[in-house]
Structures are given as structure tokens and as C-alpha cells.
């Protein structure tokens, strides 16, 4: 790779070549750019260095790209940044811009984010959209400058307004989280609504998911489902793997679109086979539960297991439930604790009461009414009516904690108000409301 490098520079830096006329410059460099079209980036290439070895900037900016996409020649961060560095050399805005990407990356060259920024303030200030976007992105996260959110969003504007859909999109983001001087929330949700219009029309993904949230809950624009599995449905069909799981949910409950298990499936297939955890989860409740797929046991547990992996509380507690009742594994109270621990230590109260209800009973763990209680506790507290019907229970029994029937009555009735009908017997049979 060395030898490789000082060849490469001599060629662009040491060794002069016979001075051609620029219609020839242009010729090759004209050339390199339909081949590069049409796709033939190997000859492509060849173009663009014979114009990059005569000092044009846009062969050189060009022939950066390919050798930093690996396009007709190696993958070569290095050669990349050499090109670009000649390139940005002669005020060329664009490579100015990608050699900053580099340094903010540590691609090629050293990670340096000042340097991005010096990078990208000059190609900004000649008016080139995307440093203007990379710009606000650095004073946005404080890279290379202090965070500064009132000069992130002037960037963000000064490209938005160019219709660079990225920066619409981040625009957007900055009137949603009211980081945009606004009196009237109403108006800057409106106002968020434009921008990601603006690039979701454009095709940008990302802003095609947020449209397709506005719509769903109603934020800036009426509350309109088909409107939302509109957006989502085009996002999804570029390959973005959080419109694909929302899309499922639409097709599995009949939300803008038909309701089709099915279809759901198969779009939440596309997003777990990328790493979605959402996904994931509910593509193993289908296997667990036989919806829109035939009951597969199996292909439940590799798919919670995938998401549990990621740490999704339900994906933790569906582990759980399998093997608490042996659902296509062996019957196994210790793992299915080991599972429900990990969903509770995140405060998924599910979770947290079936924990408590295996100390009750001793399944996985030894009996403990006192560790019970204090899982009990912590679900009923977030509302979970099995755990405060069962903390009553203790209350009421005097286990893992002292005996005491008004406290027992309390949680009594805290679970029957949420409609739940074993509390409601037993306070009937005490005398006593809710």
C-alpha cells in the first residue's frame, strides 16, 4: 500500500506531464462522466485521471469519488483525500465538502472535526448545500465548534432553501423539538410539516416516516391513517426498515390500509431481516401466536431472541413467556426468570409482576414472599392490576410484608377500579366499594 501511495502522488504531484489544450481537458474529462453514467467505471476512470493528471479540479474532485466508493478502481480512503486536497486546493466547493466528510469521518485522514468545519464553512459560504447541511450538522452537535443550535438551524435553512432534502428534514426536526424561536406550538408543528414535505416529496426516506407520524397522530396536518401507511409505504418500498415495521403494524391492525396479517408479516419480515427490533418482536408474536403465519415455535424464539439481544423489553418478556410455559422448548422456570429479570430491570411491568409471581411460587428462584412484594410494588405502582390485586394478597396474608387489611382494601381497589374482576369479588365480600 505504501509503494502504491508514492507512486500515486508522483503521478498527481511530481511529475509533470506535456500541457494540453482545456477542449482536450474537457474532452476526457466529458467522457469519464458519460462512461461514469452509463455505468462503465473502470474506463470511466480512465478518463477522469488523464483530466485530473492535467490539474482540472472536477476530474480530481471526480476521481476522489470513485477511488472513496471503490468505483472502477480499489476502495482508497487515502487516494480520496489526496485528490480531493488537490481539488479543494482550487476553491472547488464540492471537494472542499467531501474532503470534509473525511476528516469528520477519520477516513483517509485523521479524524480532525476543526478541520471539517474549515472544510465545510468554505464550501458553505460559496453557497454549496450540502456543506451548508454538514455545517449545521457540526454546530448542531458541537463538532469542531461549540453547539450552537440558532447557527445549526441558519445552515440547516440556507440548504433547506435550496431543496436539499436532508437539510428540509433536519429543518423540520428543529421546529418539532422547538428549537426554532416559535410563539405558537400549533404553528411550529405546521411549520415542521412543511420541511419534511418538502424532502419527503423529494423521496427522502426519513422524512417520508416522520410525514407519515405527523399524519398519524395528527401533529400540524388532520389525523389521517391512510395518509400515514401513504408515506410509510414509501419509505418502506425504498428499503428503510422503520417504515417497514410501521407499515406491518398498519396492514396487522387495518390502519389506512386493509387489514391483511399476512401483508403485515411480510413487511415486518423486511424489517427484522434488518436489524429492527420492533420488528423482530412482533414478527416472533406472529410465529408464537400463528398470525399470518402457521404457529412455528421455533421461528418465535429466534426472532425474540434476536430482539431481546437488542435489549426490546417485549422481545425479553415473550422470551419469558416461552419458557415459563414451554411453548416449543422445554418447560424451563429458570430461564423464563432469567428473561422476565431483564424486561423488569428495565421497568417493564409485565414483567415485573410474573417475576414476583415466580418468587411467590418458587418457580426458578426460591420462594421469597419479600422479593415478591418488592416486585409486586414496583409493577402495581406503574398500574399493573395483577400486581396490586396480588399485593393485596400479601397485604391481606400477612407474606413478605405485615399483616394489614386496610392496605390490602387499598390495593384491592386500586385493581378493581382498572375493571379487574377477582379484586372486585373480594372487596365485595369484604363490604366494601371502589
Known amino acids: ?65 470513485c477511488y472513496q466508493h471503490g468505483l472502477g478502481v ?123 414535505r418538502k424532502a419527503a416529496e423529494q423521496g427522502y426516506a426519513l422524512a417520508q416516516l416522520y410525514l407519515g407520524y405527523y399524519y398519524k397522530q395528527g401533529f400540524g396536518v388532520a389525523k389521517d391513517y391512510t395518509e400515514a401507511a401513504k408515506w410509510w409505504r414509501k419509505a418502506a418500498e425504498q428499503g428503510y426498515a422503520r417504515a417497514q415495521c410501521d407499515l406491518g403494524s398498519c396492514y396487522f391492525v387495518g390502519s389506512g390500509v386493509p387489514e391483511d396479517r399476512a401483508e403485515a408479516v411480510k413487511w415486518w419480515h423486511k424489517a427484522a431481516e434488518q436489524g429492527d427490533a420492533e420488528a423482530q418482536y412482533r414478527l416472533g408474536e406472529c410465529y408464537h401466536k400463528g398470525q399470518g403465519v402457521p404457529q412455528n415455535y421455533t421461528e418465535a424464539v429466534k426472532w425474540y431472541r434476536k430482539a431481546a439481544e437488542q435489549g426490546y423489553d417485549d422481545a425479553l418478556f415473550g422470551l419469558g413467556e416461552i419458557y415459563y410455559y414451554g411453548d416449543g422448548v422445554s418447560q424451563n422456570y429458570a430461564e423464563a426468570v432469567k428473561w422476565y429479570r431483564k424486561a423488569a430491570e ?9 417475576l414476583g409471581l415466580c418468587y411467590y411460587r418458587g418457580r426458578g428462584v426460591p420462594q421469597d414472599y419479600t422479593e415478591a412484594v418488592r416486585w409486586f410494588r414496583m409493577a402495581a405502582d406503574q398500574g399493573n392490576a395483577d400486581a396490586q390485586y396480588n399485593l393485596g394478597v400479601c397485604y391481606y396474608n400477612g407474606e413478605g410484608v405485615p399483616q394489614d387489611n386496610d392496605e390490602a382494601v387499598k390495593w384491592y381497589q386500586k385493581a378493581a377500579q382498572r375493571g379487574y374482576e377477582p379484586a372486585q369479588n373480594v372487596l365485595k365480600e369484604l363490604g366494601k366499594t371502589w
Open 1 to 65: 500500500m505504501k509503494r502504491i501511495l508514492i507512486l500515486f502522488t508522483s503521478i498527481f504531484t511530481l511529475i509533470p506531464t506535456f500541457a494540453q489544450s482545456q477542449a482536450e481537458i474537457d474532452r476526457w474529462y466529458n467522457k469519464g462522466v458519460e462512461l461514469y453514467k452509463q455505468g462503465n467505471y473502470t474506463e470511466a476512470v480512465n478518463w477522469l485521471r488523464k483530466a485530473a493528471e492535467q490539474g482540472d479540479a472536477y476530474a480530481q474532485n471526480n476521481l476522489g469519488y
Open 346 to 354: 428495565q421497568g417493564y411491568a409485565r414483567a415485573q409482576f410474573n
Open 74 to 196: 480499489s476502495k482508497d480512503y487515502t487516494f480520496a483525500a489526496i485528490l480531493y486536497r488537490q481539488a479543494a486546493e482550487k476553491g472547488l466547493a464540492e471537494a472542499q465538502n467531501s474532503l470534509g466528510i473525511l476528516h469528520l469521518n477519520g477516513e483517509g485522514v485523521a479524524k480532525d472535526y476543526a478541520e471539517a468545519v474549515k472544510l465545510f464553512r468554505k464550501a458553505a459560504e460559496k453557497g454549496h448545500a450540502s456543506a451548508q447541511y454538514n455545517l449545521g450538522g457540526c454546530y448542531y452537535n458541537g463538532w469542531g465548534v461549540p453547539s450552537d443550535i440558532a447557527e445549526a438551524v441558519k445552515w440547516f435553512r440556507k440548504a433547506a432553501e435550496q431543496g436539499y432534502a436532508p437539510a428540509q428534514c433536519n429543518l423540520g426536526v428543529c421546529y418539532e423539538n422547538g428549537l426554532v424561536d416559535y410563539n405558537n406550538y400549533d404553528e411550529a408543528k405546521k411549520e415542521a410539516v412543511k420541511w419534511y
